[in-house]
Structure formats: structure tokens, C-alpha cells
């Protein structure tokens, strides 16, 4: 519940429209007469005492988690990461029944799972508290631009749709809100609660005075609030937009514009027509706008209670080009869902388009009482058979890249697409042959096994990756995007932490461990001279631990080797585990002395390497407890 007064990267989205693969194919007749006006508002027509109809708002069945998910998926394209909502999944708590202290119900039980999509989330909170997802999703987009987001990240999608978010600048969200579906159910329930007539809030149905801005030097203004969403709206965001604010809907006011119930109020007509009509107009949901190849498909119904069994005229412009449809098709769940108003109200087929990108705008025709209905206007592109597909995650591992998402060729959609990846200057293949419920969204008759996992290895370093989708039939090659990675190493990390000659042997000491298997011992080869033996890395140290937190302290290693009077050379080198390669700890020389009548060795410490310009410098200190005022020799290994 804030107000979007700092939201100058939402408002440069205001005409953001999705963008729809579609294709062409029968034809339809030509719209004869006038031609209806054009669905984009301007400032003039904001109503700020009906700003969206209680119809609009407060509808359970407002939209299918398909339609949800292909609208997210049109509107956000290739994320960039797995916090965008197309992509998203999250754990979800199960919640009771929620009522007031009226008893009146606010939201049904939603029953919790692991791993839920975003807009199986949406859909299901539409479901619990009825308010429609489209209110949903525009709620999202006016708080945090989440809707047509590529890249999102945790913090932004932890306060998704700005609840239990103070309204001044610079304030932090309740603690106990945080998260994708506390956001999600929260805020729907305060809608709804606030669309209760026993609870309301500050604002209610009828006369009310709502400031223009938090800044109360700015003033206030009295409106006649007409129905329960507005009340709603304006307790949720409690500000009006000023005539500046409307005169530049897609921009900036001055200093006492807010944008909050503006932003709604565009948002909602550019993506799902109008947010209220007159009493008497007609009601009704475009549910399918799909494509292949050669064909654009739109389907839905509409119905108008002034004349409940007179099928509706339907009105498409495609550019320039009008086509009419009547929406008499039979559809028995219309009647059930709406009784008294008949079963012939669908309406279905195709048009045809040429390649490139075209404006579609769909219009129902009022009966009687009053208005017709826009079902808004969206950007569509007209498929040429080329491959079409979205790269969902792309992860870099050690010693590797992880790639997910999907490809359909949408003239052949029934052939798994072959891919090209280039990982640098390097070429990799796969195929998009696995389930993929994304692909069947936006492609339904394509069948479930177009989506892609793959993993490739590659050494660390940072790389740009691009995945390219080869073309069957009709088309060309389509590229699915380019990112940058870093790869890490998985070659094993440690250290040789003591190599000292005693009386007649050699003590050993260091740790290791794999990032690959980062919790597994590992085994450690011990050269001295020409002898070989084999130690496992699996004595408690903290210096694994230290390095790799998580890793444990198992992850040392420790022992003395026989050896005669003299020097010696011992070597130490790691087991690689999984990707990567061995690790060399290195070699040194030391000296192996038995004439030490106590048995007592030298002891010391490096206390301090630094280097400058080519030179190392080294600081410690050593004594022998046989001649402790004598001066030592020390003998340094570099390399």
C-alpha cells in the first residue's frame, strides 16, 4: 500500500503492449460503415469516483492460469534470471478461510504446494478472494514494474505488490510480508477487505475528501466515490491524480502529481479494455488470441443482460482492415455461469495477416442501455515459420553452464528443434525435445516435449553465451538471446601447511577439498623422492571451512614419513572429484637430521609475505631450543 510518487521506471512503461506470435489464415468479411474510436484513453476520460467497476474487480473466474501464464510470457519475453514472474516458481503456505468480524467471507482456503508457478499462484489467489487476476497483475506492474520485468531482482520481488509498504518515501516493508506469495495473498485479502461493507476503511462509497499527494501543502479534493473497487483502490493507494499527472500519461506531472490510481487506471485499459462501462453494456472475456503458421486464432464470448439471448456483433481491426464477427457460437458454460442469458455467446476463428508486427483491436457492440465494449488493443507479430522459443535460466556452474527453456518451430510443431550454442569461441548441441509446460501455453497444439536442459562443460572464465534454434520448413534460424556467464573453477583448492624434517622422518600437513562435492573427503598423493603414498583429506581443520563455508572442518590431512639423514623432496598432489582437474599443493626440499640429542626441532613462523615491483619480502622468526642464542639459517623456496 504505497504511493507510486518516485516511479518514474513505471511510468516510462505505460505503453508497454504485448507482443503475440500470431499468423494468418481464412478470411473473414469486411467491416462495412464506421469504424469504431480508437481504445487509447486520454487523461480527460479518468473518472476518480469510478475509476474500475465492481465487476471488473471483484470477479473469481477474471482470467485461466493459461491465459495468465501466456500473458506473462508475452509481456516479459527471456528473463534473465528465475526471479521473473514467466519463470518463477515458490513454496506456498495453506491458508484458512478469512472473514470479518461481521462474518462476512473475504477469502476462501488456499491450499498450499512446493514449487508453484507464479501465475498458478495468481490464479489461485483469484480463486480464494475474488479479485480478478487482471486487477492482480496490474497491481503489480503499478508497484513494481513486475510485469514486464527481464530482469528482477530478490528485494523487488520480495515486496511484489507494495504491501504493508509505508506511503512515504524511503520507508521498509513489514518483515512478516516479504515473499512472492505473501505479497500475493496479503494484498489480495486487504482488497477484498476493503471492498467489504463492514470494514471499508478511510474511504467509502460516496462523498469523500482524498488528497492529491502525501505532501499536504498540496491540498485535497472531494469525490464521489461510486462503487466498492474504487473505495478499494483508494484505500490501497490513497491519493488522486492531478491534472498534471493526467495531462502526460505517459510521463511526469509536478511536484503534487501521485501515479499510483492513474497508473491502474491506464495499465488496465491498454492490456484488458475498459475498467467500467455504463450500466447495460455488454459483458464478456477474450479468451484465446493464438497462432501457427498462416493463422491467427482469436476466441471468447460476450453477452448483453438487455438482451440476453441476441447473439453480439463482434468488431476486429487488424491496421487499417475491419472484419465482423457474431458471437453466436454455443457455449453452455456461459448459461450456467450466467443463468437466463442463453448458450449461444462464443465466438471463434481465424484471420488473415502478413508478416511483421500489426495493431489488433476487438470491439463488442452494445444492445440497447449502455456502451459498446473494447476488449482492448495489443501488438501482435505474425509468425513466418521461423523457430520460436525462451531461454527460461542459464546458470554458471563450476567447470560448466546449466541452460533451461523452450523452442517450437511453428511450422513444424511437432519436430523437436535442434540448437546451436556458442559459449565463447566454442560450439555446442542440443535438443529441445524435453517436457515443457511453458511451450504447451503458448503453443498448444505443438505437444509437451519442446523444452531444453542442458549442461556444458567449459573452464572458468567469463563468457557470452548465445543460443541459436535451427529452422525446418518455412523461416530462418532464430536466436534466443545472448547473456554473460562466469564459469568458477571445480579444479580442488588447498594447501601445504607443513613439510619439516625431524629425527629420521618427514611430518605432512595440510587440507583440501572439491568444489564439485564439497562436503566429500578427497584423496591426497604424497611423493617423497621416488616413494608414493596415498592419505585421505578427512582430520578435522578449520581451514576448509574458512575457505568454503559449509564444507565442514573433515578436510585434513596429517603424517610422518620415514626417511634417512639428509635431503629429500616431497611432493604433495589432490584427486580431482567431477569436472576440473588434479591439484598440484607443490614440491620443497628439506632436511632430515637425527643428531639432535633432545630431539627437539626448530620452531618458528612466517609472519608476513608482501611483494612490490618484483621483489617479495618476508618476515618471521625461528629458534632452536639446542643453541637458542644461535642465528639460523633459513632456507627459502619460491616456486
Known amino acids: 500500500m504505497k504511493n507510486d510518487i518516485n516511479l518514474k521506471r513505471l511510468v516510462s512503461m505505460l505503453a508497454a503492449i504485448a507482443v503475440v506470435s500470431v499468423g494468418l489464415v481464412g478470411l473473414q468479411s469486411v467491416l462495412p460503415g464506421e469504424s469504431p474510436p480508437a481504445s487509447a484513453v486520454v487523461g480527460s476520460q479518468f473518472d476518480p469516483g469510478n475509476i474500475v467497476s465492481d465487476s471488473n474487480f471483484f470477479d473469481a473466474n477474471g482470467m485461466s492460469e493459461v491465459e495468465i501464464q501466456s500473458f506473462l510470457d508475452a509481456k516479459i519475453g527471456t ?3 528465475s526471479n521473473c514472474l514467466n519463470v518463477l516458481r515458490a ?4 491458508k484458512t478461510a478469512k472473514y470479518t468480524g461481521a462474518g462476512h467471507l473475504v477469502c476462501d482456503s488456499y491450499v498450499g504446494a512446493n514449487n508453484e508457478r507464479a501465475s498458478t499462484i495468481i490464479f489461485k489467489v483469484q480463486q480464494a478472494c475474488g479479485v480478478s487476476a487482471k486487477v492482480l497483475l496490474v497491481t503489480l506492474q503499478k508497484e513494481q514494474g513486475l510485469v514486464t520485468k527481464s530482469s528482477v531482482t530478490l528485494g523487488t520481488l520480495e515486496r511484489a505488490m507494495g504491501y504493508g509498504c509505508p506511503d512515504h518515501s524511503g520507508g521498509t516493508c513489514a518483515a512478516e510480508y516479504y515473499g512472492f506469495f505473501n505479497q500475493m495473498y496479503s494484498a489480495s485479502w486487504q482488497l477484498k477487505r476493503y471492498g467489504t461493507p463492514a470494514v471499508f476503511g478511510t474511504y467509502q462509497p ?11 501543502a498540496c491540498g485535497a ?3 464521489y466515490i461510486q462503487n466498492k473497487a474504487t473505495a478499494a483502490l483508494y484505500n490501497y493507494t490513497p491519493y488522486r491524480p492531478n491534472d498534471a499527472a493526467l495531462g502526460n500519461l505517459n510521463g511526469i506531472g509536478d511536484s503534487c502529481s501521485s ?17 467500467t462501462l455504463p450500466v447495460g453494456s455488454p459483458e464478456g472475456q477474450l479468451e484465446l488470441v493464438s497462432s501457427t503458421v498462416g493463422s491467427l486464432q482469436l476466441s471468447g464470448w460476450a453477452f448483453d443482460r438487455d438482451a440476453p439471448t441476441t447473439p453480439l456483433t463482434v468488431d476486429i481491426q487488424i491496421d487499417s482492415s475491419w472484419y465482423r464477427w457474431v458471437a453466436d457460437g454455443s457455449r453452455p458454460d456461459i448459461s450456467q455461469q450466467f443463468p437466463g442469458v442463453g448458450a449461444r455467446h462464443g465466438f471463434s476463428g481465424t484471420l ?4 511483421g508486427a500489426h495493431t489488433l483491436c476487438i470491439y463488442v457492440k452494445n444492445v440497447s442501455a449502455g456502451a459498446d465494449m473494447s476488449f482492448g488493443c495489443r501488438t501482435i507479430v505474425a509468425a513466418d515459420g521461423s523457430p520460436d522459443g525462451v531461454v527460461t535460466n542459464i546458470t554458471g556452474l563450476p567447470n560448466g ?5 523452450w523452442a517450437v518451430d511453428t511450422d513444424q510443431v511437432n519436430s523437436a528443434v535442434a540448437l546451436d550454442v556458442q559459449i565463447g569461441g566454442r560450439w555446442f548441441a542440443a535438443v529441445a525435445d524435453k517436457p515443457s509446460s511453458a511451450a ?27 543460443i541459436y534454434a535451427k529452422n525446418q520448413g518455412a523461416g530462418s534460424p532464430s536466436s534466443l538471446g545472448c547473456q554473460t556467464i562466469t564459469v568458477v573453477s571445480a579444479t580442488p583448492v588447498g594447501e601445504l601447511t607443513k613439510v619439516e624434517g625431524t629425527a629420521g622422518a618427514i611430518a605432512i600437513s595440510g587440507w583440501a577439498l572439491d568444489p564439485d562435492v564439497i562436503a566429500k573427503a578427497l584423496v591426497v598423493d604424497v611423493q617423497v623422492d621416488s616413494q608414493w603414498l596415498q592419505w585421505t583429506a578427512n582430520l578435522s581443520v578449520p581451514n576448509g571451512e574458512a575457505a568454503y563455508p559449509g564444507a565442514g572442518l573433515n578436510h585434513g590431512f596429517s603424517g610422518k614419513v620415514s626417511a634417512t639423514n639428509g635431503s629429500h623432496t616431497v611432493c604433495v598432489y589432490v584427486k580431482n572429484q567431477g569436472l576440473g582437474g588434479d591439484l598440484s599443493l607443490g614440491c620443497r626440499v628439506v632436511k632430515v637430521s637425527g643428531s639432535a640429542p633432545s630431539g627437539v626441532v626448530p620452531v618458528g613462523a612466517l609472519t608476513a609475505v608482501s611483494g612490490s615491483g618484483g621483489v617479495l619480502a618476508l618476515t618471521g622468526w625461528a629458534v632452536d631450543a639446542d643453541a637458542p642464542t644461535s642465528a639460523l639459517l633459513i632456507d627459502v623456496q619460491v616456486d
Request: some cysteine; glycine content about 10%; proline content about 7%.
Open 91 to 94: 513454496n506456498t503456505q495453506s
Open 206 to 216: 460516496g462523498l469523500n475528501t482524498i488528497k492529491w499527494h502525501p505532501n499536504d
Open 259 to 275: 501515479y499510483g490510481n492513474r497508473n491502474f487506471w491506464v495499465y488496465y485499459n491498454d492490456w484488458f479494455g475498459n475498467t
Open 352 to 355: 488473415p495477416l502478413s508478416p
Open 401 to 405: 553452464v546449466k541452460v533451461s527453456g
Open 221 to 223: 479534493s472531494q469525490v
Open 79 to 81: 528473463c534473465s534470471n
Open 440 to 466: 504447451t501455453v503458448t503453443y498448444p497444439s505443438a505437444g509437451a516435449n519442446h523444452g531444453f536442459d542442458a549442461t556444458f562443460a567449459v573452464p572458468s572464465g567469463i563468457y557470452t553465451m548465445c
